[in-house]
């Protein structure tokens, strides 16, 4: 298992932007494709965003698609979440993951979650 520390959420209004940053833990980051994924309350979790471990590969829901950026920083074995022009549809809590395989193109979490952060978005 993988720590994983996510951290930047808050309270925004429409239109705003957060970055939200997930640390991790281990000597082979660079190894680990990772992703967000939310859950907002009611609902399931689901997939927003994805980087393989190189940052060649990336993946993105089509909810979040020209407004989310996911990147990440190896040397500092953190990935990122860009999220501008905020909707009150985006507030959940957001985790990071690791993910193994796409099915039907969504990554597929693999791993252990960290503990989330709560994003919130008024109208």
């Known amino acids: 298992q993988v720590p994983l520390v996510e951290s930047g959420g808050g309270l925004v209004q429409a239109g705003g932007s957060l970055r939200l940053s997930c640390a991790a833990s281990?000597?082979?980051?660079?190894?680990?494709?990772m992703a967000w994924f939310r859950q907002a309350p009611g609902k399931e979790r689901e997939f927003v965003a994805a980087?393989?471990?190189?940052?060649?590969?990336?993946y993105y829901a089509d909810s979040v698609k020209g407004r989310f950026t996911i990147s990440r920083d190896n040397a500092k074995n953190t990935v990122y979440l860009q999220m501008n022009n905020l909707k009150p549809e985006d507030t959940a809590v957001y985790y990071c993951?690791?993910?193994?395989?796409?099915?039907?193109?969504?990554?597929?979490?693999?791993?252990?979650w960290g503990q989330g952060t709560q994003v919130s978005v008024s109208s």
């Open positions: 993951t690791r993910w193994s395989t796409v099915v039907a193109g969504t990554p597929q979490p693999f791993g252990s």
């Open positions: 281990g000597r082979t980051f660079t190894s680990y494709s």
């Open positions: 980087i393989s471990g190189s940052g060649s590969s990336i």
